[in-house]
Each structure stands twice: as C-alpha cells, then as structure tokens.
Nanobody
Framework: QVLLVESGGGLVQAGGSLRLSCAAS????????MGWYRQAPGKQRELVAA???????NYADFAKGRFTISRDNAKKMVYLQMNSLKSEDTAVYYC?????????WGQGTQVTVSS
C-alpha cells in the first residue's frame, strides 16, 4: 500500500516562494515517476511537473522557469520549489506516484498566493 503525504503549503504574497514536500511510503520509490498536480476551484486538476527515476523532468508551460521538481530516492521524497508565485498559482497541490496499473495520490496541500 502506498501512502503519499504532502506538506509545505500555505499563504504567501505574490512574488514569494514556497517549497512543497511529498513523503512516500509503502512501495518501491526510486523507479516510479512522481508528479505534482494542482487543482484550483472550479478547474480541472492539471500537471505542474513530473520527474522520472532517471531524474528526467517535465514541466507545464506555466511552471517553466519558476518551479523546480526534485527527488531524493533515499528518503522517498519529492519536492516542488516554487518561486515568483502569482495569484493564479493558488490551488490545492497534489503529489502523485505513477504506479503502473494504479496511480496513487496524496491528500493535497493548499497554496494561496495573495496579490
């Protein structure tokens, strides 16, 4: 059984930074693709960034140049460093593990950017 727990969300002013963390347990971590997604009120959940086992990364256009995804396989952690935050970045941010037949999601962490 996989458990993903996000942390690090909060309230920040526009232009500020936050670092989200996702702790994984219960499964082999190093070979899994990990991703950060977000969902704003009234909108669909969307990909923010993903990182593969070889640390190949993929970013949504809005995240390029501002956000950085990273992982620590020894600690079973994935991070999302978010800089130059904008009000439109306000959303619940979710961690996802691509598990093959089943994807696993965390409970989400709220990020609110005040303008």
């Amino acid at each position: 059984q996989v458990l993903l727990v996000e942390s690090g969300g909060g309230l920040v002013q526009a232009g500020g930074s936050l670092r989200l963390s996702c702790a994984a347990s219960g499964s082999v971590f190093s070979t899994k693709v990990m991703g950060w997604y977000r969902q704003a009120p009234g909108k669909q959940r969307e990909l923010v960034a993903a990182i593969a086992s070889g640390e190949i990364t993929n970013y949504a256009d809005f995240a390029k140049g501002r956000f950085t995804i990273s992982r620590d396989n020894a600690k079973k952690m994935v991070y999302l460093q978010m800089n130059s935050l904008k009000s439109e970045d306000t959303a619940v941010y979710y961690c996802k593990m691509a598990g093959g037949l089943t994807d696993y999601w965390g409970q989400g962490t709220q990020v609110t950017v005040s303008s």
